[in-house]
């Protein structure tokens, strides 16, 4: 947990114990983007301090970190995110992006949306590049672009819940979508087991889909950024191994460029490995930006 994210982990709480009774929802709501698992820590630590000091307040906020932690960590089975994301890739290529017939599979499952999701993704596509034919993983790689394609569309939905709903339901759907970390997990092992057991154009179909996801999660303007940006990068990793610079040198200079820009928002890990992974992207395919971070990794080293 970085300082920065922490100072507005206490701020918020420190609002919330400030507020008038009954806004602590509305608070919530307008710092949906706050509310993950590492903020139901730091309001339990907040709490046993005050309980130690003696305060008042301290049997509050053990109650809300309590309600919150029912709504971040999902109890989702890998075998329930599997089964997720099957449905909701089989929907998007039959549908052919179509939100109406996606939107209400992701909102039944918003508890998935998560970093295990990501990681199941690439797994999932790993397998299948490598087990299967390149049709077969292509035409896997054509439904997560939709699915990526979609997510953009999800963001004004969730922003519409957002100020539509009650409180109590917009808190309620932010906390879902902000708990990414099993959703990466989830889709690493899905999209690895399609691209094995395809042909080379299901294959490729995949691998496009996966960069089109890659490049809307990124973008997503809910949950944590840190975990989107490591869900995007999960996304070109995995598209990498169907486009090669022999075979498919456009998708895989596309695609370098997509995962150094990525590298360089990093915000897990050390920044100036971040660039430095940055710089090796843009280098593979000889981009003109390693000049330029390299005189930034040299200000960040001084």
């Not at 008042?56 to 329930?80: F, K, M």
């Not at 569309?153 to 539509?164: M, P, R, Y």
């Not at 070109?236 to 456009?250: G, S």
């Amino acid at each position: 947990m970085d300082e920065q994210r922490l100072a507005a982990y206490l701020e918020l709480i420190q609002a919330l114990l400030e507020c008038p009774n009954g806004e602590e929802g509305d608070i919530l709501n307008a710092h949906r983007e706050l509310v993950d698992a590492d903020f139901v820590q730091v309001v339990e630590a907040v709490a046993e301090n005050m309980a130690a000091e003696g305060n008042s307040n301290a049997g509050w906020l053990q109650n809300l970190a309590a309600q919150l932690a029912n709504s971040v960590r999902s109890t989702a089975t890998p075998e329930e995110y599997l089964s997720f994301l099957g449905e909701v890739l089989q929907a998007t290529g039959e549908s052919r992006g179509n939100p109406q017939v996606v939107y209400p599979i992701l909102q039944q499952n918003l508890d998935k949306l998560d970093l295990k999701f990501a990681q199941t993704l690439q797994n999932w596509a790993t397998s299948k590049f490598t087990e299967g034919s390149s049709k077969k993983a292509l035409s896997i790689a054509a439904d997560i672009v939709n699915f990526g394609n979609l997510i953009q569309l999800l963001q004004s939905w969730a922003t519409s819940k957002f100020t539509e709903g009650s409180s109590k339901k917009a808190l309620s759907i932010a906390a879902d979508i902000v708990n990414f970390g099993n959703l990466i997990q989830l889709l690493q092992s899905w999209a690895t087991s399609k691209f094995t057991e395809g042909s080379s154009k299901k294959a490729l179909s995949i691998a496009a889909d996966i960069v089109n996801f890659g490049n809307l999660i990124n973008q997503f303007p809910l949950g944590r950024r840190a975990w989107n940006l490591e869900i995007g990068i999960a996304c070109y990793r995995e598209a990498l191994i169907v486009y090669t610079p022999e075979n498919y040198p456009k998708d895989w200079a596309m695609t370098q460029n997509n995962l150094g820009n990525a590298y360089q928002n990093r915000i897990e890990g050390v920044r100036a490995a971040n660039i430095e992974e940055a710089i090796a992207c843009y280098r593979s395919f000889k981009s003109p930006y390693p000049r330029e971070l390299s005189r930034r990794l040299g200000n960040d080293s001084t």
